[in-house]
């Protein structure tokens, strides 16, 4: 049953913690089978590292993608047993846009791990360690910090990322510019800028390498038509043709993240109620800034999931 008012995103890297679905792992078995299944493919307890690997070790881009995909889908499987009612539109936060596709039936789940899994492997291979860097910029306008990233590029790489909420942009490039350009940012007057945990830059010019043998690998996996309509993040349009949502996913890998205009969007196709499918409260936390008149949900708890059920009763 498709609500008209319902929306659902789905997370990707930086919400992933350390006992991470742990609540609900513990009284719905199909959430530890997802993990399993993905596990299978990696060849990584992916569940065990959920529960017992460091922040460290679960910021390392092969082990976060595949562990993310797996969350959002298995809350997305609890959900569906739990209730009849369905989103009319869903979208993903980078990765997430995976455990979307999935959700709406257009990428299969062991098909979207390996895809996951080598999205990552080529990511990290795309940068030496330690050559990039993601930082958050708070408290300038967008406009603002891309100018400045364009005034002390040097000739190196560094542009806006995710366009996460009004005064949050992600940028990303070479560590020396992201350098220069959070310097620049705190002297034009940003509240706050900060490195962020991640092995390797995404969504800019850097993956560029990165995402033209992740062409040739999506070439060789089944889509379909999604059977609810999924706003991808480079442009903030839903697709039905699969050569389209192949075309967007290699171009996700160097653009930024459309996040603002994404939630925006939801809420200008009539979604008053946006809940988060996974782990983690990070985009509960950027949709209230976003837009104030809609209802945010986390539904990585039991008590996240009644509180939902209840809002559509």
């Known amino acids: 049953m498709i609500n008209k008012e319902l929306a659902f995103v789905f997370p990707g890297q930086g919400s ?8 609900l792992g513990a009284a719905h078995r199909q959430v530890i089978a997802t993990f399993e299944e993905a596990s299978d493919v990696v060849g990584h307890d992916l569940w065990r590292l959920s529960r017992e690997g460091s922040p460290e070790a679960l910021a ?3 082990i976060t993608q595949p562990l993310m995909l797996a969350a959002g ?3 997305w499987r609890v959900w569906t047993q739990l209730s009849e009612q369905r989103p009319a539109v869903m979208a993903g936060h980078s990765l997430g846009e995976y455990s979307a596709l999935v959700a709406a039936n257009a990428l299969g789940y062991v098909d979207a791990v390996r895809l996951v899994a080598e999205r990552a492997r080529l990511m990290q291979q795309a940068v030496p360690a330690g050559a990039g860097a993601m930082a958050a910029i708070l408290g300038l306008d967008d406009e603002t910090v891309e100018a400045i990233c ?7 790489v560094v542009s806006a990322a995710n366009h996460n909420s009004p005064g949050q942009l992600v940028i990303a490039g070479e560590a020396a510019a992201v350098e220069r350009a959070m310097q620049a940012c705190l002297d034009a007057g940003a509240r706050r800028a900060m490195k962020l945990p991640v092995s390797v830059p995404s969504h800019c010019a850097l993956m560029r390498p990165a995402a033209q043998e992740f062409a040739a690998l999506l070439d060789d996996v089944a889509l379909a038509a999604p059977s609810v309509p ?5 442009d903030v349009c839903a697709r039905n043709d699969v050569d389209a949502i192949r075309r967007a996913l290699v171009e996700q890998l160097s653009a930024p993240v459309r996040w603002t205009a994404t939630v925006r969007e939801m809420v200008g196709m009539g979604a008053n109620m946006l809940a988060e499918c996974g782990p983690g409260r990070v985009l509960s936390g950027l949709g209230r800034r976003i837009d104030k008149s809609a209802q945010w949900f986390a539904m990585d708890s039991e008590a996240g999931l009644e509180k939902l059920r209840k809002a559509m009763d």
């Open 16 to 23: 992933q913690s350390q006992a991470m679905l742990a609540e």
């Open 60 to 62: 390392q881009t092969e």
């Open 73 to 75: 889908v298995a809350v």
């Open 150 to 156: 364009r005034e002390v590029a040097e000739k190196q």
């Open 230 to 234: 999924v706003l991808h993040n480079v």
